[in-house]
């Protein structure tokens, strides 16, 4: 299996608006990907479509070789976490674990157990008075119990303050590396995804923007910064991903395989939040470069 996700594509829309539209990706196996966009770019109907809880309007999307959510032992290699950390506010701590042995085939109690124990969480105490970190702690214990082969998880962190942030993407990372399996992990703190992923989707405006290797990525994108440019002037091999301009000075985020050689212009990498924002960035431009078009 050298693939987890492959979408040819894909969307999905409501009425008549696209909430993720022409979407083909293809994600290897073996990665912490970080899914990254803002509100309402697709993200969450994304993992809901891999996940088997939402149907495509167009295209088609396959998980782990089959079709989502078709049938139990498909549904026992996928875990999703949504974006509120579910649980139940009634029942104890123990009585979700006790709720995820009965629901799923592949469930590691002693792991579960030993995860509970680690974490300091009281067992008999109930979900509903634990604190958001702790919600999260065992909203996570309960996917990884079921020993996914992928684990979808919608947003998990972005409620919890900072400390709580670090120590459940901390949690995430040692069960990853322990038992080597798959994540996707949707998020708009690109600051956490820089930690744990190294793989990456933008999605922007409901459409994929860019998908690689994190490290792939950074050593292919620049920033050129110098005397006011118009970008037809620029190497054919250098794709423009946003553009800011001056009366004086030109500020381009390009892509490119091949080196900068022109003196000109002060180059400078990006970081992975630079990387993102340009990508969003395109999008706002792209939508002025629309309206004066319409004017």
Not at 16 to 21: E, T, Y
Not at 66 to 89: C, K
């Amino acid at each position: 299996m050298n693939a987890v996700l492959q979408a040819q594509g894909l969307g999905r829309k409501y009425g008549r608006r696209w909430a993720l539209r022409e979407c083909t990706i293809d994600l290897p196996a073996g990665h912490v990907v970080g899914l990254v966009g803002p509100n309402g770019a697709g993200k969450t109907t994304l993992l809901k479509l891999a996940s088997g809880q939402l149907e495509p309007t167009a295209g088609t999307i396959t998980v782990l070789g089959g079709r989502p959510a078709g049938g139990p032992p498909q549904l026992a290699r996928v875990g999703f976490v949504a974006q509120d950390t579910p649980v139940y506010a009634g029942l104890s701590v123990a009585d979700h674990l006790r709720l995820g042995e009965r629901l799923n085939l592949r469930w590691d109690a002693a792991m579960a157990r030993d995860r509970i124990a680690t974490l300091g969480l009281d067992p008999a105490q109930r979900a509903g008075r634990l604190s958001g970190g702790q919600r999260a702690q065992l909203a996570l214990t309960l996917g990884l119990a079921k020993r996914p082969e992928l684990l979808l998880l919608d947003e998990p962190v972005a409620s919890l303050d900072p400390l709580a942030r670090r120590e459940f993407l901390q949690g995430l990372m040692e069960a990853t590396a322990e038992h080597e399996f798959s994540v996707v992990l949707s998020s708009h703190l690109v600051s956490d995804l820089e930690r744990v992923c190294d793989f990456l989707i933008v999605l922007v405006d409901s459409r994929v923007r860019i998908a690689g290797e994190v490290d792939r990525l950074l050593a292919t994108h620049y920033r050129l910064t110098g005397a006011r440019r118009d970008p037809d002037r620029l190497p054919a091999d250098q794709h423009v991903v946003c553009a800011r301009h001056t009366a004086r000075q030109s500020t381009y985020v390009v892509r490119t395989d091949g080196p900068i050689h022109d003196p000109a212009w002060t180059v400078t990498r990006l970081g992975l939040e630079d990387l993102v924002l340009a990508y969003m960035d395109q999008d706002t431009v792209d939508r002025r470069a629309a309206l004066e078009v319409r004017r």
